[in-house]
């Protein structure tokens, strides 16, 4: 939209275009149950068991178990389904992909009198994530809208430096101004697409922009002549969807001293690929549209979409060290620790808005569409450390029953420039937007014959989400917080537990192994579609929400030799 007019105040500062945010590093930092059908039949509660290619990627000492060398092979279906829930409607879902969950090589020597001493090495590959999701809702519960909340962070910045054209025609690319006191993306977009317009006034015949800005959205109340405005009414809809994986590589070493004591450690090379495309459109009734040369005037927004686009990739390194003990053959204790993952990343992002707007007077059309450039940056993250522990005893020859705990430091998480330099806001909000995870796992084997093998697993993981991320969009929250977001992306999810059900068979014969899991995964989350923020009307407004819910299931098979 081209601005035909002059500002009088000087440049305020304002946030920076494209950064990441505390919301990235929890997406990007996710992990979830995954790995050989054994493993996954029994919750992943292998701490103190190991003996098994994916437990050597959580905790090391497990390959010290191995008595001989193994070779194996898994690939899993899953079947995700992903229901969105608000007030008067809901939607799903559904999705099936293919995957390869992990496959791997061990081989062990024996040493000793009595061949008790023994060298494992291994190399191994599990998938640690798969990001694979489509949301649709739509939102009925609204309070004000997202050009609100941009006006509101534009406030103070002189509407010259949003121009996309200036006075003369020429373009001014504000996208393209990388200082830190520059406008934000969103700003320059929301500007330039009439969704948020300035407030003005005159100067003898010349009209002037003042650096305060309104939204589409009117709360209504009382003019200044006394008279009731009736407040904006509308709705909204939104789409998230979600592609790409998290891979890990293991090279590990362990062994065993008299098998009474077993240890390991382990090296990890991750590779992270995470794309992300985002629609959100508002229908507002009784907005404030863009009046010409300048200002608003009252008029419907038939829409006011954004759209938004960002892929993150790259690669990351971790180190792992691990203990078991088996002070008797009914009983086995596990310790391991894990690293951060070390992670330099590489981002692209873009953004558009598409709007039309209509007024009274049905000569009055405005519409059309406005878009940033891309946007390529690099920038390290360094995800949660982990530490587990766990029990397994062995049940009468036949039976074994495995307990693990596991703590994962969410709120330890850390952003980094590309230059060394740390992202100071960024990671005191990761700090009091999440808190560490504890995961509860429980596994279960009985052997029905000496070849084959039932199993069942449950796993409860806690959410990271702290106290005041979870109030911040409600009533409770007490301390007026903003939830940070960045890019041309303002929605949030605050997730709630997460839970596992598994069961599964095993089989072999000769060497060969053949196993089978089924997992049930489910855990819901509030889709917030922006920060809770202080209006023009400096009332506390919140934002539209909606429900989220994920149960998805995996049938995993696994086949593998042992020599």
């Known amino acids: 939209m081209k601005k035909l007019i002059i500002s009088a105040l000087a440049l305020a500062p304002a946030a920076a275009a494209f950064a990441q945010s505390p919301v990235d590093a929890m997406a990007l930092s996710q992990t979830e149950l995954r790995g050989s059908a054994r493993f996954m039949s029994m919750a992943g509660a292998f701490t103190a068991l190991g003996a098994d290619i994916s437990a050597v990627g959580q905790n090391p000492a497990g390959i010290g178990m191995y008595r001989g060398s193994d070779i194996g092979l898994t690939l899993g279906i899953d079947m995700n389904s992903n229901k969105t829930q608000w007030d008067g409607g809901e939607n799903s879902q559904n999705s099936t992909l293919a995957n390869l969950n992990s496959a791997g090589y061990v081989g062990t020597m024996l040493f000793g009198e009595n061949r008790d001493n023994s060298v494992s090495w291994g190399f191994t590959y599990n998938r640690l994530y798969r990001f694979n999701r489509t949301y649709t809702g739509g939102l009925g519960n609204m309070q004000t809208s997202l050009s609100n909340y941009i006006a509101a962070i534009t406030n103070g910045v002189d509407p010259s430096s949003l121009w996309a054209v200036g006075p003369d025609g020429k373009d001014l690319y504000p996208y393209d101004n990388y200082d830190y006191n520059a406008p934000d993306w969103m700003s320059v977009l929301y500007y330039n697409s009439g969704m948020i317009n300035a407030e003005t006034y005159t100067d003898g015949n010349v009209i002037y922009e003042d650096s305060q800005y309104r939204g589409l959205w009117q709360h209504g109340g009382t003019d200044a002549l006394g008279n009731k405005v009736a407040p904006s009414t509308g709705a909204a809809d939104f789409q998230i969807r979600e592609k790409g994986h998290a891979d890990e590589y293991n090279i590990s070493l362990g062994g065993s001293i008299m098998n009474l004591v077993y240890w390991g450690i382990g090296v990890g090379i991750t590779d992270l690929d995470y794309s992300q495309e985002y629609w959100y459109n508002e229908q507002i009734d009784r907005a404030l549209v863009p009046n010409y040369p300048a200002g608003y005037q009252l008029g419907t927004a038939n829409y006011s979409e954004l759209y938004s686009f960002k892929r993150i990739s790259g690669t990351g390194a971790n180190f792992k060290i691990g203990a078991i003990i088996k002070p008797i053959n009914e009983l086995r204790i596990g310790v391991a620790v894990h690293t951060p993952t070390y992670y330099t990343l590489n981002s692209s992002s873009y953004g558009s808005t598409a709007f039309k707007f209509s007024t009274a007077d049905p000569s009055y059309k405005f519409s059309g569409s406005e878009s940033t450039p891309w946007d390529d940056y690099q920038f390290a993250l360094h995800t949660p450390w982990k530490l587990m522990a766990g029990v397994a005893g062995v049940i009468g020859g036949r039976a074994i029953l495995s307990v693990d705990y596991q703590y994962d430091a969410y709120g330890d998480m850390k952003l980094i420039y590309s ?23 429980v596994g279960a084997e009985y052997r029905l014959t000496p070849r084959l093998s039932l199993r069942a697993g449950y796993s409860h993981t806690s959410t990271a989400s702290g106290s005041e991320l979870e109030n911040a969009n409600t009533d409770l929250n007490k301390s007026g917080m903003e939830v940070s977001t960045a890019g041309m992306n303002p929605s949030y999810n605050v997730n709630n537990a997460t839970r596992y059900i598994t069961c599964g068979l095993g089989y072999k014969v000769n060497g060969f192994y053949f196993d089978l899991a089924y997992v049930n995964k489910h855990r819901t989350s509030t889709f917030n ?35």
């Open 419 to 441: 230059g060394g330099d740390a992202m100071t806001l960024n990671n005191d909000n990761i700090a009091r937007y999440y808190k560490g995870t504890s995961t509860i796992r």
């Open 529 to 563: 579609a922006f920060t809770p923020f202080v209006d023009y009307d400096k009332v506390w407004t919140q934002a539209p929400t909606a429900k989220l819910t994920d149960n998805s299931s995996q049938i995993v098979a696994t086949i593998g030799y042992r020599f």
